[in-house]
């Protein structure tokens, strides 16, 4: 669209020339034409107004006029009003009709009475068809044609662009030929992809794009995302982590060694009361029983227990208490 606005560009010096003398040209024949149908619409409406016969001419001419020029000018604004048109058409053929009658059924004079008319049509149609099409180039609205020697080439798929051409507005005959390469491209892709059936594998809003011609852009896009071919996954070893920084080490407080504990002693064994070889008396007997219940005991008590004098009772007590004699081997 952008390209055919850039493509309405002013006209030249010598097109305004020629503009211009063809402007004159036409105000001559529009002149000439007036004159010649003004005398002839009179005559014949005379006999029906009279004195006032003229009002009939210069009004269809002047309505003519009127019509035409409002017409070009919706034209021109790109708001066309075919009503205008067709009423100027009508105001122009009952015209002609009344100028033909004029001749009273001669062909020739018939013929010359239709001609200025017709001429006068003619330019005008030139004029409106110019300013339409340089309206809607400006626009962008104006569909350019697609060329008879494609249609006779491939008639049918002439058709589907063509068609698609007006039902999505597209005005230029090169952008849609661009469209279409693009679309047959994605159809290409899409049945190496997915076989004869990809209609029915394919993702239907791709099927749909495809199908319309509508949303190329995206519609290629996704096709190539869809055909493109897969990366095998490549193991990659993990990255190196640097070591960490080491700490400086600390230096431990010097503690102060802990006295060191002697060892415990063994616990000594209490020496056994063994009575000494030669001992066999009942009373030495008697005193060894009561020393190992009582280790404590006097030997007063032991003398008492005894029966024997207090004197005997502490010596009996002191060889019992000795310790007996060790033989070294």
Known sequence: MDEQRAAAVPLTRAQRVLAGVGGLFFAGLAGLGGYGSFASVRDVAEPWFGGQAWIVPAGVDLGILALVSVALLLEWLAMPMPALRWTAFAFTAATVWLNVSAAHGDPTGMVMHAAMPVLFITFI??????????????????????????????????????????????????????????????????????????????????????????????????????????????????????????????KAPPQKAAPQKAPPEPPQE????????????????????????????????????????????????????????????
């Open 270 to 329: 209490a020496p056994s009361r063994k009575a000494p070889r030669g001992v066999a008396t009942d009373n030495e007997a008697r005193a060894l029983a009561i020393l190992d219940a009582e280790p404590g005991i006097t030997g007063a008590e032991l003398a008492r227990r005894l029966d024997i004098s207090s004197r005997q009772g502490q010596r009996l007590l002191s060889r019992l208490n000795r310790p007996a004699p060790t033989h070294s081997s």
């Open 125 to 250: 149609e030139a004029v409106r068809h110019a300013i339409r099409r340089r309206a809607g180039i400006a626009a962008g609205t104006v569909r350019e044609g697609v060329p008879l020697a494609r249609w006779l080439l491939a008639p049918f798929s002439t058709f589907r662009l063509w068609r698609r051409m007006v039902l999505w507005q597209i005005t230029s005959y090169r952008h849609a030929l661009t469209a279409e390469q693009r679309r047959r491209h994605a159809l290409a892709l899409l049945d190496d992809h997915y076989g004869r059936r990809w209609r029915s594998r394919a993702p239907a809003d791709v099927v749909w794009m495809l199908t319309d011609g509508v949303m190329l852009d995206q519609a290629l896009a996704r096709v190539t995302e869809l055909t493109a071919p897969k990366p095998e996954p490549v193991d990659e070893p993990p990255p190196a982590t640097a070591p960490a920084p080491r700490k400086p080490a600390q």
